[in-house]
T-cell receptor, first 116, second 112 residues
Framework: NAGVMQNPRHLVRRRGQEARLRCSPMKGHSHVYWYRQLPEEGLKFMVYLQKENIIDESGMPKERFSAEFPKEGPSILRIQQVVRGDSAAYFC??????????????FGPGTRLTVL | QKEVEQDPGPLSVPEGAIVSLNCTYSNSAFQYFMWYRQYSRKGPELLMYTYSSGNKEDGRFTAQVDKSSKYISLFIRDSQPSDSATYLCAMRGGGSNYKLTFGKGTLLTVNP
């Protein structure tokens, strides 16, 4: 059973460009979460999605950031007009449907975004 | 006051030592508590998952939760060089509140 897959693993963008980060959850998992890890900071929650629905986006910056999890295909985290402060590691996690221990979040390897 | 406080270390111990890692938190709504291990430039890997107060043991790892003190701990017995990593505590509320709140992580080095 393949784990959570993220691509690309490394992404370099110039200021003002768009960044698209992809996440394929583990097989059987219908919940996807995105977290950001800034240098010297802990992981910070950004958004929680289920298929075709955004459940909680309380951690998303109000501008330039968006996320989707379509019926078919991977979840996408999109950052428009990137700035240097967006440079970070972005982690996706997935969990199966349900509550309690069964909703353990499993993390992918991350995408490291560098904005020049 | 941050919701979750974790001493970033670094912590350096000799092989075979008992390691104690801990976090404190301020949000009394937290009910589920986790420890993740993160190797350099990798994704976090779940080590322990506990619900409410009490102890849980898994091999060389023991997790303790004291909700009355808002304090959680991870103990590693007979530490190995392969345990060298950053250890992250994480916690969340109950019900449909799935958002994890993490500590900053403690960098552990186990010297052979």
């Amino acid at each position: 059973n393949a784990g959570v897959m993220q691509n690309p693993r490394h992404l370099v963008r110039r200021r003002g460009q768009e960044a698209r980060l992809r996440c394929s959850p583990m097989k059987g998992h219908s919940h996807v979460y995105w977290y950001r890890q800034l240098p010297e900071e802990g992981l910070k929650f950004m958004v929680y999605l289920q298929k075709e629905n955004i459940i909680d986006e309380s951690g998303m910056p109000k501008e330039r950031f968006s996320a989707e999890f379509p019926k078919e295909g991977p979840s996408i985290l999109r950052i428009q007009q990137v700035v240097r402060g967006d440079s970070a590691a972005y982690f996706c996690a997935s969990s199966p449907p349900g509550t309690g221990v069964s909703d353990t979040q499993y993390f992918g390897p991350g995408t490291r975004l560098t904005v020049l | 006051q941050k919701e979750v406080e974790q001493d970033p270390g670094p912590l350096s111990v000799p092989e075979g030592a008992i390691v104690s890692l801990n976090c404190t938190y301020s949000n009394s709504a937290f009910q589920y508590f986790m420890w993740y291990r993160q190797y350099s430039r990798k994704g976090p890997e779940l080590l322990m998952y506990t619900y409410s107060s009490g102890n849980k043991e898994d091999g060389r790892f023991t997790a303790q939760v004291d909700k009355s003190s808002k304090y959680i701990s991870l103990f590693i017995r007979d530490s190995q060089p392969s345990d060298s990593a950053t250890y992250l505590c994480a916690m969340r509320g109950g019900g449909s509140n799935y958002k994890l709140t993490f500590g900053k992580g403690t960098l552990l080095t186990v010297n052979p």
